[in-house]
């Protein structure tokens, strides 16, 4: 199947995830406190998806797919939530252009690695002299944008 229709879809939310730090910077500006803040960010999020959940309870995991599951699978969330507390304590202090070229770098350069090793249960691709070049350039990139 065809699944050209995804990149477009991946691209919008890319896009959207810009506005985060933004907003949750302006939260934490009203609040002054980046734990509450941070909690208020996901109180949305929680509520939405749980919203989905009720809404389309299935597929339920089975009790052997949740034993099997790796002890680290859950903590996906937790690293989000650093991500999000990072992002709204200095989104105003860099700027968005920075903190996003500064996060989207080394989420690219991590995800490089984590293909590279097949960290996390994932596939390997191997490290090409492309894959070099793209994190050379990513990394001058960001340079630019904080610099100028």
């Given amino acids: ?3 050209a229709w ?3 879809l991946i691209i919008a939310a890319g896009a959207l995830q810009a506005w985060g730090p933004p907003m949750n910077g302006a939260l934490l500006k009203s609040i002054n406190n980046p734990w509450l803040a941070s909690a208020i960010s996901f109180l949305p999020v929680l509520a939405f998806l749980i919203c989905v959940f009720l809404c389309i309870p299935k597929p339920m995991p089975s009790g052997e797919s949740l034993a099997s599951m790796p002890w680290w699978a859950p903590l996906g969330g937790l690293v989000g939530a650093g ?3 990072v992002g709204l304590m200095f989104v105003n202090k860099v700027g968005a252009g920075t903190l996003a070229g ?3 770098t080394a989420n690219i350069l991590m995800s490089i690695l984590i293909d590279k090793y097949g960290w996390f249960g994932m596939e390997q691709h191997p ?3 492309g894959r070099i070049a793209g994190a050379v350039l990513l990394v001058v990139g960001i340079y630019l944008v904080s610099k100028y």
């Fill in 127 to 129: 490290l090409s002299l």
């Fill in 6 to 8: 995804l990149y477009p």
């Fill in 1 to 3: 199947m065809n699944q």
């Fill in 83 to 85: 991500a999000v507390v």
């Fill in 102 to 104: 500064l996060t989207i």
